[in-house]
């Protein structure tokens, strides 16, 4: 089955904690993405990839890192510096630069 | 900056009406605008993809315009059903997305 697997789907973070949000695809796309959604928002840019080894920063970079060492995973950490967490992450995936066609189900991130 | 923005935020409509969603954008230099859906705690699906050299594309009950003298696109969807009720976002590349429209059609 081809497809964007994110993993967990609801995560919970402890203060000064650094978490991992996990995207892996079969579809053999060049580009990935991560989105964050807020409640009644559009997406926000965090990261992206073009190609592996290779990532640049979105919109709201900061208390965020990204690593592209596969072509099929593009793993988010949500570090300790992300002072407001508490939101829904979407991860995309796309065959040309700067078109995200194919999303994930969603990482839901909460703080305890 | 490029800035999205859709009209209405909200819209509710009986089953079998015909509907336009909007979406302006500020900067007409694009290259391809997204029209997407998503359901309540799901990612997006994909519905529509129009290049910046077209003016509409179709799928089925959807058609997607695109004027970028004006910085405008629409979303047309014929005899709406239950089904189509979710939530509706135009994205432009650079990867910009407008808030959305919330579409419930009432049966």
């Known amino acids: 089955d081809g497809g964007i697997t994110q993993s967990p789907k609801y995560l919970f973070r402890k203060e000064g904690q650094n978490v991992t949000l996990s995207c892996e695809q079969n579809l053999n796309h060049d580009a990935m993405y991560w989105y964050r959604q807020d409640p009644g928002q559009g997406l926000r840019l965090i990261y992206y990839?073009?190609?592996?080894?290779?990532?640049q920063k979105g919109d709201i970079a900061e208390g965020y890192s990204v690593s592209r060492e596969k072509k099929e995973s593009f793993p988010l950490t949500v570090t300790s510096a992300q002072k407001n967490p508490t939101a829904f992450y979407l991860c995309?995936?796309?065959?040309?630069?700067?078109?995200?066609?194919?999303f994930g189900d969603g990482t839901r991130l909460s703080i305890l | 900056k490029q800035e999205v923005t859709q009209i209405p935020a909200a819209l509710s409509v009986p089953e079998g009406e015909n509907l336009v969603l909007n979406c302006s954008f500020t900067d007409s230099a694009i290259y391809n605008l997204q029209w997407f859906r998503q359901d309540p705690g799901k990612g997006l699906t994909s519905l529509l993809l129009?290049?910046?050299?077209?003016r509409e594309q179709t799928s089925g009950r959807l058609n997607a315009s695109l004027d970028k003298s004006s910085g405008r696109s629409t979303l047309y969807i014929a005899a709406s059903q239950p089904g189509d009720s979710a939530t509706y976002l135009c994205a432009v590349e650079k990867l910009v997305f407008g808030k959305g429209t919330k579409l419930t059609v009432n049966p």
């Open positions: 990839s073009q190609i592996v080894n290779d990532f």
């Open positions: 129009i290049q910046s050299s077209q």
């Open positions: 995309a995936t796309g065959e040309k630069p700067d078109q995200p066609q194919h």
